[in-house]
């Protein structure tokens, strides 16, 4: 059983990578995330001509999270329990699409696009924190309940737990760039404490691994990128991987998404 993770920027401008890449992959279960769409211009021709089952979770051009699988599609759930929203200067907040899960093949996927803090000193940094906290929450509750079960928190997490995951360290705390900042790492490692394990990186080791290049300055070729797309995975589905890979080709080429698949193989 293999499934990914993918950050698509747009699943319509992208409609015909992500149709290749499903069947050069032979992926079983995807979890997309920015679709910028919303359910009534959601491209769901492209994945059912595959025998794929599709969720999706759009409200407008932003956002927008998606599963696809080949291996069965059951009690969709839109947004986790918890989960906040985000209002602007004092506004009523309003729940973003950025959250779906779905039970794939015995597994609980949920496809999360989790927000951008934009800057240290944003509104949009605790509305972030906040979200990823109630986001733990959520997922420990899961395996508290059932130490069995088998969950995969997959997406763009815009969080790079590590120095080693931007390429240059330094460059981002002396200009207090966000996705490395203390209280988002603390985050990150708070939903690891709750029994989650990031399954790629025993993987794919090493400084230089990444799984986003900025689209400006040339990011890609210079190898300046950042590792932000992550799978963690409950104890008994971490127990099931047999591997895990980057598919840094795909971040290749004309029309590229500026995220990569991130993929990781499950033993039956």
Request: some cysteine; proline content about 5%; charged content about 25%.
């Amino acid at each position: 059983m293999k499934i990914a993770t993918w950050n698509v920027n747009s699943l319509r401008a992208r409609a015909d990578r992500v149709e290749a890449w499903l069947r050069r992959s032979d992926c079983d279960v995807l979890a997309i995330q920015e679709t910028k769409c919303t359910d009534d211009n959601f491209p769901w021709e492209l994945f059912e001509r595959m025998g794929y089952e599709v969720a999706h979770f759009g409200t407008n051009q932003w956002n927008g999270v998606a599963i696809a699988s080949r291996i069965g599609l059951e009690d969709v759930e839109r947004a986790f329990l918890g989960q906040p929203g985000f209002g602007k200067a004092g506004a009523d907040p309003v729940q973003e699409s950025r959250a779906i899960a779905a039970t794939c093949g015995g597994v609980r996927v949920w496809s999360l696009y989790v927000p951008n803090g934009r800057a240290l000193n944003d509104e949009h940094m605790p509305y972030k924190l906040s979200w990823l906290d109630s986001l733990k929450n959520h997922a420990q509750g899961l395996v508290t309940r059932n130490p069995e079960a088998q969950v995969a928190l997959m997406g763009d997490w815009n969080i790079a737990p590590l120095d080693e995951d931007v390429w240059d360290i330094d460059l981002f705390l002396s200009q207090g760039y966000t996705h490395v900042s203390e209280p988002e790492r603390a985050a990150f490692r708070a939903i690891e404490a709750a029994g989650f394990t990031d399954v790629v990186r025993p993987y794919t080791p090493g400084p230089g691994v990444y799984t986003y290049w900025d689209y400006t300055q040339l990011r890609f070729p210079k190898k300046q990128g950042m590792r932000i797309d992550f799978v963690l995975a409950s104890p008994a589905l971490a127990a099931r991987v047999t591997g895990a890979s980057i598919d840094r080709e795909e971040r290749k080429g004309k029309g590229a998404s500026d995220h990569a698949p991130v993929l990781v193989d499950l033993a039956e």
